[in-house]
């Protein structure tokens, strides 16, 4: 059975770090494209960054380039997302996602989804 866990949500005050993790199983990823999306209340699902299976190429929403770092460790089966300089806006749901084939800020095009990780980032 495929299993997406996220974790490392929380709160955090406006300019802090948080590191989000997604722990993968129930088969190997390394030829997935990892991608994080988020959705904050009453808003639609959001792009928010995507590497890709080599970990060589990443793709970031523009809201976040620059702030916010994907990475991927294929022998961990694990994928993380490093925000930092966290604003208000940044408040919502985190989701790990992945797939074979993806167009990498389109969610349609992902396979498999984590439950969510609540990142609360107050001012």
């Known amino acids: 059975q495929v299993q997406l866990v996220e974790s490392g949500g929380g709160l955090v005050q406006a300019g802090g770090s948080l590191r989000l993790s997604c722990a993968a199983s129930?088969?190997?990823?390394?030829?997935?494209?990892m991608g994080w999306f988020r959705q904050a209340p009453g808003k639609e699902r959001e792009f928010v960054a995507a590497?890709?299976?080599?970990?060589?190429?990443?793709y970031y929403a523009d809201s976040v380039k620059g702030r916010f770092t994907i990475s991927k460790n294929n022998a961990k089966n694990t994928n993380y997302l490093q925000m930092n300089s966290l604003k208000p806006e940044d408040t919502a749901v985190y989701y790990c996602?992945?797939?074979?084939?993806?167009?990498?800020?389109?969610?349609?095009?992902?396979?498999?989804w984590g439950q969510g990780t609540q990142v609360t980032v107050s001012s």
């Open positions: 129930g088969r190997t990823f390394s030829s997935y494209v």
């Open positions: 996602a992945a797939g074979l084939r993806v167009n990498a800020g389109s969610s349609s095009t992902y396979d498999y």
């Open positions: 590497i890709s299976w080599s970990g060589g190429s990443t």
